[in-house]
């Protein structure tokens, strides 16, 4: 079966700058997560959903950053106006209904100048 | 509020002998799960190993086995006759709640000499 599958693979953008990544999560998974990975550190969970419903976007900075999974199948993550910080690969996982594991994406590198 | 530590931030060892991975986790839940999963140098991030924490038995799965002590709050992972290709890092999950929420450590880097 295909993976997770994330585009694009690399962006860079001066800061102010807005920018979309795209996640096409494995078929019939019903949980999607957005992760922030800056450089030598673990996965930080942004926003999670099940379905078309979003679980927890505790951790998504509101005032920049919007995510939505409007069919609960494809999800897309939004910057507005990118800042410096931002710079970090973006990672896009799914899983199945329940506890199992969580199938990651190749992630998209984001660089902000 | 969950956490997970790895106080490890790297471990260097050579090829063929054993290593261990520690991680501390903290949760109010009763019921909960521990992930381990590996990032290799592309930046790829598979699952390794689960333990469930009901379960009084601990995971094994190929040369990776997991070290539960759940009164410490801790899930060791272990890997034995390491590999060149065992190096990369690694990253203890936690997920508990009503709704699953994922929690991970910052890693520790494993590196496996010749």
């Known amino acids: 079966e295909a993976g997770v599958t994330q585009s694009p693979r690399y962006a860079v953008l001066q800061e102010g700058q807005a920018v979309s990544f795209w996640c096409d999560p494995i078929?019939?998974?019903?949980?999607l997560y957005w992760y922030q990975q800056p450089r030598d550190q673990g996965p930080q969970l942004l926003v999670y959903f099940r379905d078309e419903a979003v679980i927890d976007n505790s951790q998504l900075p509101s005032d920049r950053f919007s995510a939505v999974r409007p069919k609960g199948t494809n999800s897309t993550l939004k910057i507005q106006s990118a800042k410096q910080g931002d710079t970090a690969t973006y990672l896009c996982?799914?899983?199945?209904?329940?506890?199992?594991?969580?199938?990651f994406g190749k992630g998209t590198r984001l660089t902000v100048v | 509020a969950q956490k997970v530590t790895q106080t490890q931030t790297s471990i260097s060892v050579m090829e063929k002998t054993t290593v261990t991975m520690d991680c501390v986790y903290e949760?109010?839940?009763?019921?909960?799960?521990l992930f381990w999963y590996k990032q290799t140098a592309s930046g790829e991030i598979v699952f390794l190993i689960r333990q469930d924490s009901y379960k009084k038995e601990n995971a094994t799965v190929g040369h990776y086995s997991l070290n539960f002590q759940k009164p410490k709050s801790s899930i060791g992972l272990i890997i034995t006759a390491t590999q060149i290709e065992d190096s990369a890092v690694y990253f203890c999950?936690?997920?508990?709640?009503?709704?699953?929420?994922?929690?991970f450590g910052k890693g520790t880097s494993l590196v496996v000499h010749p």
């Open positions: 949760t109010q839940d009763s019921s909960y799960f």
């Open positions: 996982a799914s899983t199945g209904t329940g506890v199992t594991e969580v199938f």
């Open positions: 999950e936690l997920t508990s709640g009503g709704n699953y929420k994922p929690t």
């Open positions: 078929s019939g998974h019903d949980t």
